[in-house]
């Protein structure tokens, strides 16, 4: 059965106009779904019966079952595993800080990347979620949030797969966020973060969305990156960020450069120089994140000395870099820690 995530509004009321109901039940679903977060036909108290049961017997509510919750010992973070209708699994990850809710969100059931260091990478790729099966995942802690009378504040596609390689699905899935009259999450609210697929970051620039854009660079060289990111041998370095320099001029809008500082492989200071000077005179940000561990993958963290001093010598190039805090380690909800065992 179709998800009722899946649906945008326009087709909620043709399904309306199809089932001989008036178009504004169509309003009232769609706000029971993204004002209220109600989650089940029969939460829909205020259209008749008829109605609840006509879409309890053409749609279905239930994206993803939850598995399991772990949360990490500072309470700070909270890793749910999702069982998808066809018994796939995929994870999400809630942040909390001061003042935000960070929801690091899956786009598809693993990845085809293969990426070293990541733990998605390494269990391959299974399949792509569909637009309802990623808003699902935003609407399951937006209520768990509203229950403590908080609220999702940003959105990161950062958790299993490469959003780029399922884009259609991606994109609606934000656009249905961002809907005024149901969810009315900000376009400026949400980060996609890739690889780098090139001409994927040349249609985003073509349509020239408010989103936030991240590139997994990681390497400064080809050789280097190619080792740790396969994809950049089909995409090169220099290439990339020629796409990326492309996506500033047209858009006017700062790009964040996502690093992962592995002790002794891209954390030394030629790497460092190399980076600056390839990122000279962009509007963009660098941000470093010391590795988190992968069973798969053997390089380790760098050290917080080894990380400042990777810092300061972009902060001498006047390239704007922040060193940021590894959450939720305990729990492997870290960047490149998502994986479902046993096949997922
Ligand atoms: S880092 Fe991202 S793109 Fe690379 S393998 Fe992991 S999930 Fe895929």
């Known amino acids: 059965m179709r998800l009722i995530y899946d649906l945008n509004f326009s087709e909620i009321a043709s399904l309306m106009v199809e089932w001989g109901e008036p178009v504004y039940r169509a309003h009232q679903i769609w706000n029971g779904l993204y004002r209220q977060y109600w989650n089940s036909p029969e939460r829909f108290t205020n259209i008749p019966t008829s109605l609840r ?54 786009s598809q059931a693993g990845c085809a990347m293969g990426c070293v260091f990541c733990a998605t990478g390494q269990m391959g790729f299974k399949r792509n979620l569909s637009s309802g099966e990623i808003v699902a995942q935003v609407m399951y802690y937006s209520l768990l949030l509203r229950e403590e ?20 699905n991606t ?8 809907d005024p009259k149901g969810y009315n999450f900000g376009a400026r609210r949400f980060t996609i973060s890739t690889v780098g697929l090139i001409p994927a970051i040349r249609r985003f620039t073509a349509e020239k969305r408010q989103i936030n854009l991240a590139i997994s660079l990681h390497a400064a060289e080809d050789a280097l990156r190619t080792s740790m990111l396969p994809v950049n041998k089909r995409y090169p370095i220099d290439d990339l960020l020629t796409a990326c320099r492309d996506y500033i001029a047209i858009t006017g809008r700062r790009i964040t450069f996502e690093w992962a500082l592995i002790n002794e492989v891209n954390d030394t200071p030629e790497q ?3 980076l600056a000077k390839k990122l000279k005179g962009m509007l963009c940000h660098v941000n470093t994140i010391p590795l988190n561990p992968s069973p ?49």
């Open 149 to 168: 009378d908080n609220v999702v504040t940003n959105v990161v596609l950062m958790g299993m797969g490469e959003p780029f390689n399922n884009y259609d």
């Open 53 to 106: 049961n006509l879409l309890a017997e053409n749609l279905e509510f239930k994206a993803l079952a939850l598995a399991t919750t772990l949360n990490s010992a500072d309470g700070q973070t909270v890793k749910s595993l999702f069982k998808l209708q066809d018994g796939k699994f995929i994870e999400a990850v809630l942040m909390r800080y001061e003042k935000r809710n960070t929801l690091c969100i899956s």
């Open 171 to 178: 994109l609606g899935a934000i656009d249905r966020l961002n």
């Open 272 to 274: 460092a120089i190399m």
């Open 296 to 344: 798969g993958y053997s390089g380790q963290a760098t050290t917080r000395e080894r990380a400042e001093k990777f810092k300061q010598i972009l902060d001498g190039y006047g390239i704007p870099c922040t060193i940021r805090l590894r959450r939720g380690i305990d729990i492997m909800a870290g960047c490149g820690q998502l994986v479902v065992k046993n096949g997922g």
